[in-house]
């Protein structure tokens, strides 16, 4: 019995000093967690918060951190896309959803929702971190908030001004568009005065152009664009922005597939890819004659789905310009066809943005490189990755 007595002793006294010993390792934990200068909080299944630091807690909860304990997340938080519209808790984009599937990081701006009232619309911008972590067989989800770098902080300065720029620009351009297009209508003026109005109303909208595309630019350069992905063969996507041509444009265009049995499936943004589309098919009629012919090539490899460009038009034959046509405002005048406007030099460069905003890439070429000799022309080279569905099937090449 003495043995048991004293078996039972040692066991209590190892178990108090173990116990101790965890709530040592916690307090210097939390110690720590509260010493840094992130904001963390660890929500559980039901998005209720379950942990948060005093960073968290100064931000969002008065300063005592037991305030937010047990809390819906949703009702401490309210996260918002960064042009200021609400982001749903259901969104593919929200950080606890997107922490189902992986970690990762972004940046939001963030409401504080349980704050006095004179402070309730103010939003701050934070970069969030999520991770998904398990403990005793239940899920949770670390995120922590931090504020933002020297670095993102002066795209977000830029693309503020990239902003307020546009929209001083728009408001005038739209005035004088409207007068050009009355004074247009009207028939007193002599037919040189006309060309005059007509040449001015081109202008006009060109300034527009490259007031829209600087600020798409200036989107994809800060990571602003909100992406709708869709997921469809190639084909498909090619064959909805036909739809959407005039006439004359459509006869200009002639679709050729190296094998009609392959899937071409990809994951793109059909907006995105429809604007690149335009963007290429304006750049052929500004340097080909006034009716190029233009083909339409795809082809489906073992990792991508490649879609060439291809017009009849002088091309290029020096390879520094290849890489030179893809840097912004940099214009290539030799062989410009003289009927047209001059471009604005944003062209491809918002290709190569936007191709590389969806996971794939673009170069260009001669076509006497890429389809032989006594071809001439410009190939514009489109890589996509092959979504996952079509990994299994055969490629062309």
């Given at each position: 019995?003495l043995?048991?007595?004293?078996?039972?002793g040692?066991?209590e006294?190892e178990?108090?000093?173990?116990?101790?010993?965890?709530?040592?390792?916690?307090?210097?934990?939390?110690?720590?967690?509260?010493?840094?200068?992130e904001?963390?909080?660890?929500?559980?299944e039901?998005?209720?918060v379950?942990w948060a630091?005093?960073?968290?807690?100064?931000?969002?909860?008065?300063?005592?951190?037991?305030?937010?304990?047990?809390?819906p997340?949703?009702?401490l938080?309210q996260?918002?896309?960064?042009d200021r519209?609400?982001?749903?808790?259901?969104?593919?984009?929200?950080p606890l959803?997107q922490?189902?599937?992986?970690e990762?990081?972004?940046?939001y701006?963030?409401?504080?929702?349980?704050a006095p009232?004179?402070?309730k619309?103010?939003?701050?911008t934070?970069?969030v971190?999520?991770?998904?972590?398990?403990?005793?067989?239940?899920?949770f989800?670390?995120l922590?908030?931090?504020?933002l770098?020297?670095?993102?902080?002066?795209?977000?300065r830029?693309?503020?001004?990239?902003?307020?720029?546009a929209?001083?620009l728009?408001?005038?351009?739209?005035?004088?568009?409207?007068?050009?297009?009355?004074?247009?209508?009207?028939?007193q003026f002599?037919?040189?005065?006309?060309?005059?109005?007509?040449?001015?109303?081109?202008?006009?909208?060109?300034?527009?152009?490259?007031?829209?595309?600087?600020?798409?630019?200036?989107?994809?350069?800060?990571?602003?664009?909100?992406?709708t992905?869709?997921?469809?063969?190639l084909?498909?996507?090619v064959?909805?922005w036909?739809?959407?041509?005039?006439p004359?444009?459509r006869?200009?265009?002639?679709?050729?597939?190296?094998?009609?049995?392959?899937d071409?499936?990809?994951q793109?943004?059909?907006?995105?890819?429809?604007?690149?589309?335009d963007?290429?098919?304006?750049n052929?009629r500004?340097?080909?004659?006034?009716?190029?012919s233009?083909?339409?090539?795809?082809?489906q490899?073992?990792s991508?789905?490649l879609?060439?460009?291809?017009?009849?038009?002088p091309?290029?034959n020096?390879?520094d310009?290849?890489?030179?046509?893809f840097e912004?405002?940099n214009?290539?005048?030799?062989?410009?066809?003289a009927d047209?406007?001059?471009?604005?030099?944003?062209g491809?460069?918002?290709?190569?943005s936007?191709?590389e905003?969806?996971?794939g890439?673009?170069?260009?070429?001669?076509?006497?490189e890429?389809?032989g000799?006594?071809?001439?022309?410009?190939?514009?080279?489109?890589?996509f990755?092959?979504?996952?569905?079509?990994?299994?099937?055969?490629?062309?090449?």
């Amino acid at each position: 019995m003495l043995a048991e007595d004293s078996f039972s002793g040692s066991a209590e006294a190892e178990s108090r000093a173990l116990i101790q010993q965890m709530s040592q390792s916690l307090g210097l934990l939390r110690v720590a967690f509260d010493s840094t200068g992130e904001a963390m909080l660890i929500v559980d299944e039901s998005s209720a918060v379950r942990w948060a630091n005093q960073q968290a807690a100064d931000l969002w909860g008065g300063g005592i951190t037991l305030q937010m304990v047990g809390r819906p997340l949703s009702a401490l938080l309210q996260f918002h896309h960064l042009d200021r519209s609400p982001l749903e808790d259901e969104e593919p984009s929200h950080p606890l959803q997107q922490a189902l599937s992986a970690e990762g990081r972004s940046s939001y701006l963030i409401q504080a929702l349980s704050a006095p009232a004179t402070e309730k619309m103010q939003l701050i911008t934070r970069s969030v971190s999520w991770r998904q972590i398990m403990q005793m067989d239940q899920s949770f989800v670390l995120l922590i908030f931090r504020d933002l770098e020297p670095l993102e902080k002066a795209l977000a300065r830029q693309r503020q001004f990239i902003n307020n720029l546009a929209h001083e620009l728009r408001t005038p351009l739209a005035i004088i568009t409207g007068n050009l297009h009355r004074m247009r209508r009207k028939k007193q003026f002599s037919g040189n005065i006309q060309q005059s109005l007509s040449d001015a109303t081109e202008e006009t909208q060109r300034i527009g152009a490259l007031v829209d595309n600087l600020l798409l630019l200036s989107e994809l350069d800060t990571d602003y664009r909100r992406w709708t992905l869709q997921i469809d063969s190639l084909m498909n996507f090619v064959d909805r922005w036909i739809v959407m041509l005039n006439p004359e444009s459509r006869g200009l265009l002639h679709i050729v597939t190296v094998n009609e049995s392959d899937d071409y499936r990809v994951q793109l943004d059909q907006d995105a890819f429809h604007l690149i589309l335009d963007n290429l098919l304006n750049n052929s009629r500004r340097f080909c004659r006034s009716q190029p012919s233009i083909e339409i090539r795809l082809v489906q490899t073992v990792s991508q789905i490649l879609l060439q460009f291809i017009d009849d038009g002088p091309g290029i034959n020096n390879d520094d310009h290849c890489v030179a046509v893809f840097e912004r405002f940099n214009r290539i005048e030799e062989h410009r066809n003289a009927d047209m406007t001059d471009g604005s030099g944003l062209g491809l460069p918002l290709v190569k943005s936007l191709m590389e905003g969806m996971g794939g890439s673009v170069s260009c070429s001669s076509a006497k490189e890429q389809i032989g000799v006594g071809r001439q022309g410009l190939v514009v080279t489109l890589y996509f990755p092959r979504h996952k569905s079509s990994l299994g099937m055969k490629s062309s090449i």
